[in-house]
């Protein structure tokens, strides 16, 4: 079965300071990977997504995620923060379900704060 | 397109009550989701439909029932509500099996 182990629950960073999230999965298989951010209250947004191709995607707001296979990491970055990026950061794997769809299995977030 | 609505946003429940969260979308997916989100976790499959008249089980269905009669609604169907299942359900879309999932904005839902 597949799994999303995200190590950091909570990251603080400066406004205008790179960022790292971290995301390690498990999956048999060539992963459907993708990267959420929940702001408070909300539902989930899709930051990006990798399916296959160039292991270097680039998303919304400025995010980009690096897929390394031998190392099972999907890790998001984003080389400026804002303070608008505050928010809880969720990695995902996806994997097909018997007769059609995708289950997404997700790690238990990243809480991210950005100090002025 | 509104995208992926539900309703309501918030709901307290008393124990063995029943209550039906409401989820429709716009963008004629095929494929649609339930997940529950309790504190500190990831979101958990509760059912999906692959379309219309189609149904099925994720990882948490226990206590829960869905349908899909239409390809806009998929409403998920609570029969005796019990304290465990306390938490922020989200409903989401998706035009192909394997493509990115479109999420509601919630119910936070209260069983006391």
């Known amino acids: 079965a597949q799994s999303v182990t995200q190590p950091d629950i909570h990251i603080t960073v400066s406004e205008g300071a790179s960022l790292e999230l971290r995301c390690n999965y498990s999956?048999?298989?060539?992963?459907?990977l993708f990267w959420y951010v929940q702001s408070p209250g909300q539902g989930l947004q899709l930051l990006l997504k990798y399916f296959s191709g160039d292991t270097l995607v680039q998303g919304i707001k400025g995010f980009e995620a690096e897929f390394k296979r031998s190392q099972s990491s999907f890790n998001l970055r984003k080389p400026s923060v804002h303070w608008s990026d505050a928010a809880e950061y969720f990695c995902?794997?996806?994997?097909?379900?018997?007769?059609?769809?995708?289950?997404?299995?997700f790690g238990t977030g990243t809480q991210l704060k950005v100090e002025l | 397109n509104a995208g992926v609505t539900q309703t309501p946003k918030f709901r307290i429940l008393k124990i063995g009550q029943s209550m039906t969260l409401q989820c429709t979308q716009d963008m004629n997916h095929n494929y649609m989701y339930w997940y529950r989100q309790d504190p500190g976790m990831g979101l958990k499959l509760i059912y999906y439909s692959v379309g219309a008249g189609i149904t099925d089980k994720g990882e948490v269905p226990n206590g829960y029932n869905v349908s899909r009669s239409t390809t806009e609604d998929f409403p998920l169907r609570l029969e005796l509500a019990a304290p465990s299942q306390t938490s922020v359900y989200f409903c989401?879309?998706?035009?192909?099996?394997?493509?990115?999932?479109?999420f509601g904005p919630g119910t936070r839902l209260t069983v006391t």
């Open positions: 995902a794997v996806g994997a097909e379900l018997t007769g059609g769809g995708n289950k997404l299995t």
């Open positions: 999956y048999g298989a060539t992963p459907y």
């Open positions: 989401a879309s998706s035009y192909a099996g394997a493509g990115e999932q479109y």
